[in-house]
């Protein structure tokens, strides 16, 4: 593999990981819309590692997670795939005043709590596939 290639994978792993002990301590602090921003981001970065492992060039500017995991081609349960659509949400939902009133209605200390919990399991599957 390329020494840029695994320089790019490297940068994209270690954000993701910043950003998934961000999204715990925003879930810790109570911080929930946020820290489901955060779930986001984490996930994004991870699948963009393994985009960019398995086509050796950048990944592509975008955010949809589901266009991601195909670009990675990664092989998705039926529950990871509508876990990983809901993740998505979080990132238009967190950003755009228009969304925020009703995400924050939405983001609940159980639902982020949840979803917090599906991020970590999902987070941890994708890294394996880093090493597969």
């Known amino acids: 593999m390329d020494v840029n290639i695994k320089?790019?994978?490297?940068?994209?792993?270690?954000?993701?990981?910043?950003?998934?002990?961000?999204?715990?301590t925003l879930f810790k602090n109570k911080r929930y819309v946020h820290s489901l921003f955060f779930c986001h981001l984490t996930i994004e970065k991870i699948i963009?590692?393994?985009?960019?492992?398995k086509t050796g060039a950048h990944a592509p500017y975008?955010?949809?997670l589901p266009n991601l995991s195909e670009l990675a081609?990664?092989?998705?349960?039926?529950e990871q795939l509508e876990d990983l659509e809901e993740i998505d949400s979080f990132n238009i939902k967190g950003r755009y005043d228009?969304?925020?009133?009703?995400?924050?209605?939405?983001?609940?200390?159980?639902?982020?709590?949840?979803?917090?919990?599906?991020?970590?399991?999902?987070?941890?599957?994708?890294?394996?596939?880093?090493?597969?």
């Open 7 to 24: 320089n790019i994978i490297e940068y994209w792993t270690k954000s993701s990981e910043e950003d998934y002990k961000t999204a715990e």
């Open 48 to 53: 963009k590692a393994l985009v960019v492992k």
């Open 62 to 64: 975008i955010h949809d």
């Open 73 to 78: 081609g990664l092989n998705l349960s039926r």
């Open 98 to 132: 228009d969304y925020k009133l009703k995400f924050y209605k939405k983001a609940t200390k159980n639902y982020t709590e949840k979803y917090f919990n599906k991020t970590k399991e999902l987070y941890s599957w994708l890294k394996k596939q880093l090493t597969n």
